[in-house]
């Protein structure tokens, strides 16, 4: 593939505005390449007639949805923030309860499946927070008060068999033995979701 088709996906799958510096990273090339292949992923979108527009500030470049396009997507936005969860996202929201501090990969290591959609979801919510966690040097994901409100606790520790859920022995066992990850992550949803 070529480096402005790797951009077009990271910019697709991201959050968050992606810092030149960083695309060079994860490309291992210089940052004058990023630049150009930008500009080609920019020349694709930023027509008047598509739905989505790559928009760049100074060094940071971030995939959007068409300004005109705002009233549909705040409608489905909304039907989304207001709908029932799905079993997925019940599934990483349980996971970053019970271990959070995570990390994104940790998530996707427990799940064995890409989260970006899910987290994005979650975050929107506001059943979730990313935070920077500097001994790591990554952003992790937590649950935010609104989610604890929601259940009625006041601190994650009050969840069901927390201490033995969060334990870092668990945690290397799922991490080990996919079958029986997913087992325990059912088995932790269907705890959770009698609680929601």
Same mark, same amino acid.
């Given at each position: 593939?070529?480096?402005?088709?790797?951009?077009?996906?990271?910019?697709?799958?991201? +959050?968050?505005?992606?810092?030149?510096?960083?695309?060079?990273?994860?490309?291992?090339?210089?940052?004058?390449?990023?630049?150009?292949?930008?500009?080609?992923?920019?020349?694709?979108?930023?027509?008047? &007639?598509?739905?989505?527009? $790559?928009?760049?500030?100074?060094?940071?470049?971030?995939?959007?949805?068409?300004?005109?396009?705002?009233?549909?997507?705040?409608?489905?936005?909304?039907?989304?923030?207001?709908?029932?969860?799905?079993?997925?996202?019940?599934?990483?929201?349980?996971?970053?309860?019970?271990?959070?501090?995570?990390?994104?990969?940790?998530?996707?290591?427990?799940?064995?499946?890409?989260?970006?959609?899910?987290?994005?979801?979650?975050?929107?919510?506001?059943?979730?927070?990313?935070?920077?966690?500097?001994?790591? +040097?990554?952003?992790?994901?937590?649950?935010?008060?609104?989610?604890?409100?929601?259940?009625?606790?006041?601190?994650?520790?009050?969840?069901?068999?927390?201490?033995?859920?969060?334990?870092?022995?668990?945690?290397?066992?799922?991490?080990? &033995?996919?079958?029986?990850?997913?087992?325990?992550?059912?088995?932790?949803?269907?705890?959770?979701? $009698?609680?929601?």
């Amino acid at each position: 593939m070529n480096l402005a088709s790797k951009i077009e996906s990271l910019l697709f799958i991201a +959050a968050k505005p992606l810092s030149f510096k960083k695309l060079a990273e994860l490309m291992n090339c210089e940052i004058e390449e990023i630049k150009e292949a930008v500009e080609q992923v920019k020349s694709k979108y930023n027509l008047e &007639d598509f739905g989505i527009k $790559v928009l760049q500030e100074g060094n940071e470049v971030q995939m959007s949805t068409h300004p005109e396009n705002s009233n549909i997507i705040k409608d489905y936005l909304k039907d989304e923030m207001t709908g029932e969860l799905t079993r997925p996202s019940l599934e990483a929201l349980t996971i970053i309860a019970y271990r959070g501090p995570i990390t994104k990969l940790e998530l996707e290591q427990i799940r064995g499946v890409n989260c970006s959609l899910i987290l994005r979801n979650l975050l929107l919510r506001g059943l979730i927070k990313e935070e920077m966690d500097e001994a790591r +040097a990554q952003n992790v994901f937590s649950v935010t008060f609104d989610f604890l409100r929601f259940l009625g606790i006041t601190e994650t520790k009050k969840l069901p068999d927390y201490e033995k859920l969060h334990s870092h022995d668990l945690l290397e066992r799922l991490l080990t &033995d996919l079958q029986e990850e997913k087992t325990n992550a059912e088995a932790v949803i269907a705890e959770v979701e $009698v609680e929601l």
